[in-house]
């Protein structure tokens, strides 16, 4: 069984890059700023990203720039979402801490806290693309591409998965992201899943 | 793949066979705290006491190096599991897979003298398999409450895809100020001890524990008690419906559960978290899968909910029930009263078949569940 | 009260980053979850510590908030009566 790569997205802190090409540059403050600049220059309407955290808003546009042409489904049964990082939700963590620090003003936020969980960013790409298959999240110490080519070509292990958005999201002062939207088909026009065309990919 | 053996760190006991006999007691380590934490609410919980977890772990084969609570409890629990084993840990065919959700986030609230990235999640994982001498690159999975499950799940993957013999999985959490407010502020908490499935169930308890289970791959020429429990299947799916709530139709869950194709099934370990809407779901997967009949219990009364430590602690105590030929009754649980109606265990049965599924679901709309099979030869 | 009407809408908009959102925008009658703002279950519990934090007074959870959250004019009128700050 082959995989391949049929879209790709690249975060960083200075560029957006969509399948290889260059499409944003980024012109304002680095971070949130950067992340809102993203968000409008994608031209999509989903309030709920205001509410996210860094990494569920980065992850999200990156899923979004990697599902932009595909049809909208109601139901992905056969899609799954896994997500690598280094430092899971640790940029949501720092925010949390600090609204628990101090004893006299101590208002824990709900709203901060269910975003300490790594995972959220899955579940978020999950409820954005109707997709019923797994959401896993992974952390290593630093971005692999054989750790990514290993946990997107194992989700095919189930057959009834036919496409994986998958990718390193990392989010810890800088951003560091590559979305992959790989599938299960024949078609050698299309970019092989593999370690070396991921590295390519991340460069 | 085929469990080797197991360990459970718990305010029960610091082996399985101490967490098991005090579960079938019905014995519960959860405790009423106020000014725990320097948190302004009181809260139920089941903690580790410092003394008791200092004291196990220095009677470990000693290293200078200092520890974190969270990486004590692993270690303690792993040593175990992997002596029983017989397993060589450090040998490159063991992978160690590590399921946490939070890891050391207590490190952020105070000034200590550990290095910054000892907050990070694979450090944590990195410092416990270097004790064992394992050089491997450790897996963390950090999967919200389903974490345990899906650790098992990746383990399976690894050992049956590449080339690793043994996996050592460890859960564990410990709870701290973040963890505990963060609770209360979602207003999830149980104000008492929580009451799984309960009618009058008003929230979830949380616990602390650190958990292992040595897998080995099936193929392989290790050699397997005769009444051995395999993990025979694992399945995840997502809600795609909202990052906290519950899917109402139990999407997820039921997805899982029929992926599985489970037949025969002795028992259901749930999630069981005792918060009105988790319960509720589990109810409606459970029925829509046709598994309305099948006894259905939760330890969280036993160990609270014990977070990224919760898939393996509640796998480890349901294989030796399934061993034992017994469903564990639900503590804490007077009157059930789901949604749609299950079949909950209140009281400790004996059971016939020779599997059961462990499931679970949390945030981030992640649902997990597990087949295991006792081993038994069928003349 | 049109003066507290106001000033919950504007920290509404801001707990709950409702992007782009002036206080005009939201009728202070309109249903604030479900149809209306189409606010969640955390923007009920982000709600709930706002009321804390800014005036003063502990709802013990969302069953609680059900009521008072209704609309801006409904919290408003929960507000005059219950602050402590």
Known sequence: ?203 | MYILSDNIISPLGFSTAENFEAVCLGRSALRYYSDKFDLPEPFYASLIEEDRLNEAFGKLPVNHRRYTRLEMMSILSAYSAIMDSGIDAGADDVLFVFSTTKGNVELLDEENSFEKERVYLWRSAQIVAKFFGNDNEPVVVSNACISGCAAQIAAMNYLENHNYKYAVVIGAEVLSKFIVSGFQSFKALSPTLCKPFDKNRCGLNLGEAAATIVYAKEDDAVTVTENAVRLVGGAMHNDANHISAPSRTGEGLYRSLMQLCPHNIAFISAHGTATAYNDDMESVAINRAGLNRIPVTSLKGYFGHTLGAAGVVESIISCHALQNHIVLKTAGTEEVGTVNPINVCLANAEITELSFIKMMSGFGGSNAALLFTENKKID | MEELILELKKEIIEVLNLDGMTPEEIDENAALFGDGLGLDSIDALELIVLMEKNYGIKLANAAEGRDIFRSVATMAKYVSEHRTK
């Open chain 1, 1 to 203: 069984m082959d995989v391949y790569i049929l879209s790709s997205c690249r975060i960083t802190n200075d560029r957006l890059i969509a399948d290889g090409k260059e499409v944003l540059t980024r012109n304002c403050e680095k971070g949130p700023a950067w992340l809102n600049t993203i968000y409008r220059a994608l031209g999509i309407q989903y309030p709920k990203f205001f509410k996210m955290d860094n990494l569920a808003k980065v992850g999200f546009l990156a899923a979004e720039v990697v599902m932009h042409d595909t049809e909208i489904a109601r139901d992905r049964e056969n899609y799954a979402v896994v997500c690598l990082n280094s430092a899971s939700s640790i940029d949501d963590d720092r925010a949390y801490q600090q609204t628990i620090a101090s004893k006299e003003l101590f208002f824990p936020s709900p709203a901060v806290f269910v975003y300490t969980l790594a995972n959220i960013v899955t579940g978020e790409i999950a409820i954005r693309h109707n997709i019923f298959g797994e959401s896993s999240f992974y952390v290593y110490e630093n971005f692999s591409a054989l750790r990514l080519y290993d946990s997107i070509k194992d989700v095919f292990n189930n057959p009834d998965m036919s496409a994986v958005i998958g990718g390193w999201v990392n989010y810890d002062e800088d951003c560091d992201v590559l979305m992959l939207r790989a599938c299960r088909l024949s078609d050698p026009e299309k970019m092989l899943l593999s370690e070396n065309n991921i590295n390519n990919l991340y460069k």
